[in-house]
């Protein structure tokens, strides 16, 4: 989720060259998070969004605890990391519940799809918070991409169709749901940018998510049921521990190691792949449809994605060169 994060640029590879290792860790994050929306509207047949939340992040969380202790140990653990994860825990914990709930009244790959438009959102406070991002005003390929961007989304919620048994209502209240966690994934993914630029992204997403654990443990229980947990079979529990480890825990970290190898412009754009492998895997399991306009329009929403990508990275790099020169 450190999706923003920019590491040093002598520790990226030569990206002209094939990287291997860097295409399975993208092509493993790209399946690990294409299938946690198929993992999440399974668990809404057992438990409510607040308790399947917790459960999830839960899982990641322990998964990564040996990892912290161990760095506490050795003293590898920077002390900043407890003060610096509190603003970024606090936005993960109201993305991760809008997230989550939106499944609840739009199908997966619907709701995955309009919840691309968070580049317009993370464009647009880069622009404003970082300087260096600034000279992006400047660039015509990057406009291209808002523009398309923001005329993809018009035409997938233009051309939306409601899904049997969800009212008009719950329909509306799915794409609130999902464009507020796109706002709120802006937010996160940018203050994570912020706090941890010198700190490793491993032990900052291990104490986010106890922070993470803790906050959303209080929305369940306020207004979750937890007690519903008692009624989960084998199958929902499997989906609970695969799901967190996979698409929470592993997932993240295979995309900062993709991103330390050959930058971030193609694990990003890599990733835009995941609404349509999602429509796919929900398509034969839960029956869901996307008409052809909202087809062609969720593929201008992702080109247009890819191009301010694509300029924010090129911005960056045009950066680093005139640093080095200097």
């Not at 706090?195 to 229980?221: E, K």
């Amino acid at each position: 989720m450190y999706k923003e994060l920019r590491w040093p640029v002598s520790e990226r590879k030569d990206i002209r060259r094939f990287d291997v290792t860097a295409t399975v860790e993208c092509v493993g994050t790209l399946a690990f998070w294409s299938s946690g929306p198929i993992f999440i509207t399974y668990l809404t047949g057992y438990l409510d969004s607040w308790t399947q939340n917790v459960l999830r992040y839960s899982v990641a969380c322990l998964f990564w605890l040996p990892f912290l202790l161990f760095s506490i140990r050795t003293k590898r653990f920077d002390t900043r990391t407890w003060r610096r994860a509190i603003v970024p825990a606090v936005a993960n914990v109201i993305m991760q519940s809008l997230y989550a709930a939106a499944f609840y009244y739009i199908g997966p790959a619907f709701m995955v799809l309009l919840s691309k438009s968070s580049i317009v959102w993370v464009a647009s406070f880069s622009i404003i918070f970082f300087a260096e991002e600034r000279g992006l005003v400047k660039s015509k390929c990057f406009w291209l991409g808002l523009v398309l961007s923001l005329f993809g989304v018009f035409g997938v919620l233009y051309f939306k169709s409601r899904p049997v048994g969800i009212t008009a209502a719950g329909t509306i209240t799915g794409i609130v749901l999902t464009l507020a966690q796109a706002f709120m994934w802006a937010v996160y993914t940018l203050s994570v940018r912020a706090a941890f630029r010198d700190i490793d992204s491993r032990s900052g997403f291990s104490v986010i998510s106890i922070y993470t654990v803790a906050g959303l443990a209080v929305f369940a229980v306020l207004f979750g049921k937890p007690g519903d947990i008692a009624q989960m079979n084998s199958g929902a529990w499997l989906s609970i521990v695969i799901s967190g480890v996979l698409c929470i825990a592993l997932a993240h970290t295979l995309y900062y190691a993709a991103m330390r190898r050959i930058g971030a412009t193609i694990p990003a754009i890599v990733v835009l792949a995941q609404p349509f492998i999602v429509f796919a895997i929900s398509h034969v399991v839960f029956g869901e449809s996307l008409n052809i306009f909202q087809v062609l329009f969720g593929l201008v929403l992702l080109a247009g994605a890819a191009l301010a990508i694509w300029a924010q990275q090129h911005l960056q790099m045009d950066s680093s060169l005139v640093t080095s020169e200097s």
